[in-house]
């Protein structure tokens, strides 16, 4: 008999839910995504005597199936990548003068402008535009004036990074200035990090029929500390402007931004550049405090669209690094230019060829001879079939 209740109470609690599913408003979706690109690097840029080219002809790791839900104020939706990612989770309740967002999904500094599809739909994100991922997160949004206002409490993001002091010595030709790695963040007897806030992101898009502005920032800060809890605090932030504007078959997207110790605010800008990448985007320890690492960047991109089938994008994008420690100067830039030619075979069925570079520049450093950290060229398409 007990087993009997048992199968009732669970076939009452199935009802229960199948009821609650059959009254939301389910819509599922997927993406699939193959990668098809030869990529060239240089000597100089992969540290070798010789250029090297390899094929990638892959399963991009952004391909995805998920699905959003919508129950009267309540709402949500789920994203699953490759290799059971999960790239968004999220509930939403709209209270009426605003929407409660709870879970994982893209952060109010996130812009996504560009539509460049090499190294999986890469956007400008390590080169132009700033970008922090999916993550974690309490937000709000309210409608205000033209557009919306968010305000967004993100899951903070802290690692155990290794700080990088350059040498003045000047470099062979040929070589990279040498470096010395030394211990967590630079600073002798750190044993681990204090957090005591989320990291705080804020955004007001303003929008009109053909056009949209967004301004955005970030906020950051959590302390380095040695065992007897003595800490230094590493603050990072980002502030910044973009948009697009559209007429007819012509679009054009910008964006600018500006950023502190872009690395500890886990953006993937602090990525940009194959050789001596993020090296220089870490605060470095002085020997009494930290110095902060300065990025900006910005793009340009425009897309034309001549038919249904056929369309164009040229995109270039921009981002600079520095940091300064005793009046030794670090400075990196990287350039990114590409043109595609977007082709769409049928509904949902898109192929786009793609040809781009990456120019790393040089490395300058008081007192060192400038250290040429060459160029990576790339072409080949992307193959996608939405469903």
Known sequence: MKKLYVSMAVVALAFVFVGRAVAADWNFYGSARMTTFYTNI?????????????????????????????????????????????????????????????????????????????????????????????????????????????FALVSPTVAALTSTTVSTAPAAPGTVVSTTTTSLFGQPGVTETDVTLPK???????????????????????????????????????????????????????????????????????????????????????????????????LLMAGFSFNDILGLELGIGYSASEVDVSGIKTEKTVMTYYVQLPITLADGVFIVPEVGNYDFGDLKVTGATDTKLGSQMYYGFKTQINF
Request: net charge negative; glycine share 16%.
């Open 42 to 150: 240089d000597k100089e840029a992969n540290g070798t005597l010789n250029d090297d080219t390899d094929l990638t002809h892959t399963l991009q790791g952004n391909s995805r199936i998920g699905a959003t839900v919508q129950s009267g104020s309540v709402g949500g939706g789920f994203e699953y990548g490759t290799g059971v990612n999960v790239r968004k989770l999220f509930g939403t309740w709209n209270f009426g003068s605003g929407e409660l967002l709870v879970g994982q999904t893209y952060t109010p500094v996130t812009l996504l402008l560009s539509n460049q599809v090499y190294n999986g739909d890469n956007g400008l994100l390590n080169g132009g535009e700033f970008y922090a991922g999916r993550q974690p997160m309490l937000q709000l949004k309210f409608a205000a004036g033209m557009g919306d206002f968010k």
């Open 200 to 298: 705080i992101e804020l955004s007001y898009r303003f929008k009109g029929d053909a056009w949209f502005a967004q301004i955005y920032s970030g906020y950051q800060t959590y302390d380095a500390a040695d065992a007897a809890d003595n800490g230094k605090a590493i603050t990072s932030y980002v502030v910044g402007l973009g948009g697009a504007y559209s007429w007819s078959m012509v679009t054009l997207k910008a964006n600018i931004y500006t950023a502190q110790n872009p690395t500890q605010y886990g953006a993937t800008t602090a990525t940009a550049g194959a050789p001596a990448g993020s090296a220089y985007l870490n605060p470095v320890w002085n020997g009494t405090d930290y110095e902060d690492a300065s990025n900006m960047g910005g």
